[in-house]
């Protein structure tokens, strides 16, 4: 391996990892906020691999697609933590264990 | 010298992501997010993707995360309490995820290994992106405003005090 070069699996590892890190942290975490955190790790990790695969691909699409993904997660994070403040103003609680009915 | 930056970078993101998942206050899980995304775009600058670079940290380590730190601190969120996860799920899911991880691992390692990606040979300059998304990708780019456009008005509408919307529609 050529040192001054980063092999594509060691970023697609990263990629992988940081995903993982979201899922578990969407699965194990309580607080509503902290799960909505986790989602934007994830959109992270796949923003590395489209990033790295542009790169090796040369194909500059890749990065254009990284500024759809951003837009859709800044999207989403306007409307979710809207619905955050509206779930915490009628429940008083970010507890996810807490919120399992639709309507109150 | 390449190597050592990925690895330096990395450090930091894997660090940021295991200690989001550890903290149970959320705006210490916010604040290794933002420092996540930090060194995601010294990532993406060793990839030569400066516009990306300079678009994550102003994007989501600026904004995004404003908005988030901002939410943490307006709903006055405090720790979380934990709930007693089942056993079973521990005693399955551990391991089936380390062995899910070490075969992605492997394989990934194994089959792609070989290529290295070659510093700096595709610069992302900002002409050559205006170019692709102003161009080739002009009907997406256009679509996304109305999304844009559409959760400005759900977030307005979901956040607005319900005896305000309440009075426009009586």
């Keep these: 391996m050529v040192p001054s070069y980063v092999p594509l699996s060691y970023y697609l590892l990263l990629s992988g990892f940081l995903f993982a890190c979201g899922v578990v942290g969407f699965l194990i975490k309580r607080n509503i906020i902290t799960i909505f955190m986790s989602i934007e790790l994830m959109l992270n990790g796949v923003n590395l691999s489209f990033v790295a695969f542009a790169a090796h691909w040369h194909a500059l699409a890749g990065q254009v697609f990284v500024f759809f993904v951003m837009v859709v997660a800044a999207a989403e994070a306007a409307v979710g933590l809207a619905i955050i403040i509206a779930v915490y103003r009628t429940r008083e609680t970010l507890n996810v264990d807490q919120v399992n009915l639709l309507k109150l | ?170």
Excluded at chain 2, 16 to 34: E, V, W, Y
Excluded at chain 2, 65 to 70: D, E, G, K
Excluded at chain 2, 103 to 124: F, K
């Design chain 2, 1 to 170: 010298m390449h190597l050592f930056l990925f690895l330096m970078f990395g450090a930091v993101c894997v660090g940021g992501a295991i200690n989001l998942l550890a903290q149970r206050h959320p705006i210490t899980s916010a604040l290794s997010l933002i420092a996540v995304m930090a060194a995601l775009a010294g990532e993406y600058l060793l990839l030569g993707a400066e516009f990306v670079a300079a678009v994550q940290v102003i994007v989501y380590a600026g904004a995004i995360m404003v908005l988030f730190v901002f939410v943490i601190m307006l709903l006055n969120a405090g720790e979380e309490e934990q709930t007693k996860g089942s056993r079973v799920a521990i005693l399955l899911g551990v391991p089936g995820m380390l062995t899910g991880g070490l075969l992605i691992g492997w394989v990934v390692l194994r089959h792609s290994g070989t290529e290295s990606v070659p510093i700096g040979a595709l610069p992302g300059h900002p002409t050559d992106i205006a170019q692709l998304l102003f161009h080739d990708f002009l009907l997406p780019f256009e679509v996304t405003s109305v999304l844009i456009l559409i959760a400005i008005m759900g977030a307005v509408v979901l956040a607005s005090k319900p005896e305000a919307s309440a009075g426009k529609v009586g």
